[in-house]
């Protein structure tokens, strides 16, 4: 069984920062990606920046810039440092773990994992 769990979600003001973090344990062999997306009020779910296992990252065109993410393979771990939050930003904020797990001795699979989410509200 494999759980993700975020945290760091809070109220900010505008040009504040916030640092969220969402790691995934369990029966796990391998991370290979962790991504974070975000829903806001009547929008859709949309993805905010990814990074591998090597470290190779994206970002969507709104964050660049503002957002930073890292990865700690060791603890399952991904970060998001989130600096000149805007009221935009605010939104329900998901971990997605794409994740190498182990299903029985003889049985792996690549699977991805939600995490709950965590608000991030920015006030103007």
């Known amino acids: 069984q494999v759980q993700v769990v975020e945290s760091g979600g809070g109220l900010v003001q505008a040009g504040g920062s916030l640092r969220l973090s969402c790691t995934a344990s369990g029966s796990i062999l391998s991370l290979n990606a962790m991504h974070w997306y975000r829903q806001a009020p009547g929008k859709q779910r949309e993805l905010v920046t990814s990074?591998?296992?090597?470290?190779?990252?994206n970002y969507a065109d709104s964050v660049k810039g503002r957002f930073t993410i890292s990865i700690d393979n060791a603890k399952n771990t991904v970060y998001l440092q989130m600096s000149s939050l805007k009221p935009e930003d605010t939104a329900v904020y998901y971990c997605?773990?794409?994740?190498?797990?182990?299903?029985?001795?003889?049985?792996?699979?690549?699977?991805?994992?939600w995490g709950q989410g965590t608000q991030v509200t920015v006030s103007s």
């Open positions: 990074i591998t296992s090597g470290g190779r990252t």
């Open positions: 997605n773990a794409d994740l190498v797990v182990i299903l029985s001795t003889a049985r792996l699979e690549t699977r991805d994992y």
